[in-house]
């Protein structure tokens, strides 16, 4: 018999209930529960929603927050902690719960850790919305230079291994402001070496 075979089936009600206890705090901030079913419970306010959810093959607890003017403006929990805790964000992950258990305290820590930004203020702001995207937006950016950056250092290994100093200055230069001392070493020497005449011209 497999694990999940002998894993004991969860009652319909245990994540809804658990949901229901620990985020009842959220009334007092003019939200209420609308809906609710055994993967998902869902508040509203006056423009905005929560969604508390359990995915159903991942096993995670997860939450959303949107918009009800605009029905495409949407976003996951890590969005929220990055507005509060920056540098908490990158290290966030939905809690997995594959136990009545799991889900109670999965629920419990999801809705502490919520109620905090909601005590500090987050659907005081105007501009909440407008907000989350920016810092999406901005942490979509930084991705993305951060892949390019891995990018440009794996050709630099194997320039700097060929010792095609001209490569490694194309690759190196217009990045000089990010990079690392031993980076800047390389470059520089790179630059006396083409100075020298001792370069691999070739930079394809």
């Known amino acids: 018999m497999s694990k999940s075979q002998s894993r004991p089936p969860i009652h319909d009600s245990v994540f809804p209930d658990a949901v229901s206890r620990c985020f009842e705090f959220l009334r007092q901030f003019g939200f209420y529960q609308v809906r ?7 508040y509203e306010s006056v423009q905005a929603y929560i969604l508390v959810f359990y995915e159903e093959y991942s096993f995670e607890i997860g939450l959303e927050v949107g918009s009800l003017i605009e029905s495409s403006v949407r976003f996951p929990m890590s969005a929220v902690i990055r507005l509060f805790e920056p540098e908490e964000a990158d290290r966030y992950r939905d809690y997995a719960a594959q136990t009545a ?3 109670e305290r999965g629920v419990t820590k999801l809705a502490s850790q919520f ?7 987050l659907f005081d702001d105007p501009k909440l919305f407008e907000h989350l995207r920016n810092v999406t937006d901005h ?5 993305a230079r951060e892949v390019e950056m891995s ?15 001209a490569k490694v200055v194309d690759l190196l230069e217009p990045i000089r402001a990010e990079l690392t001392a031993s980076e800047l070493k390389k470059l520089e020497f790179s630059k006396n070496k ?5 370069s691999k011209w070739s930079t394809n």
């Open 36 to 42: 609710a079913n055994s993967h998902s419970v869902r």
């Open 101 to 103: 258990e799991e889900i």
């Open 115 to 121: 109620a905090r930004y909601v005590d500090a203020g």
């Open 139 to 143: 942490s979509l950016r930084q991705y």
């Open 151 to 165: 990018n440009t250092r794996q050709k630099l290994e194997v320039a700097w291994r060929e010792k095609n100093y």
């Open 194 to 198: 083409l100075r020298s005449g001792a």
